[in-house]
């Protein structure tokens, strides 16, 4: 999964990300990667127990402005 959405620069959201099943991925590495303008993610949904990396994973993503990370307790 390591720059899946790497370099979309005129992609402003990503609809329905949470379907995307994460649960088997070990690499993040610079998944959204210079989408600079990307203004909003809900990444709630993503189950990380096995990725090892995440770096770079939102780098010069300059306008993301509304993200959730976790969901609620």
């Known amino acids: 999964m390591?720059?899946?959405f790497s370099?979309?620069?005129s992609l402003t959201t990503?609809?329905?990300i949470k379907n995307i099943n994460t649960k088997n991925v070990?690499?993040?590495y610079a998944l959204f990667y210079n989408c600079t303008n990307l203004?909003?993610?809900d990444v709630s949904n993503f189950?990380?127990?096995k990725v090892t990396s995440m770096?770079?994973?939102?780098?010069?993503?300059?306008n993301l402005t509304r993200n959730?990370?976790?969901r609620p307790a």
């Open 14 to 16: 990503i609809d329905n």
């Open 39 to 41: 203004t909003q993610i």
């Open 47 to 49: 189950k990380t127990s």
């Open 26 to 28: 070990t690499n993040m």
């Open 68 to 70: 959730k990370w976790t």
């Open 55 to 62: 770096d770079a994973m939102f780098y010069n993503c300059e």
């Open 7 to 9: 370099d979309l620069k």
């Open 2 to 4: 390591a720059c899946y």
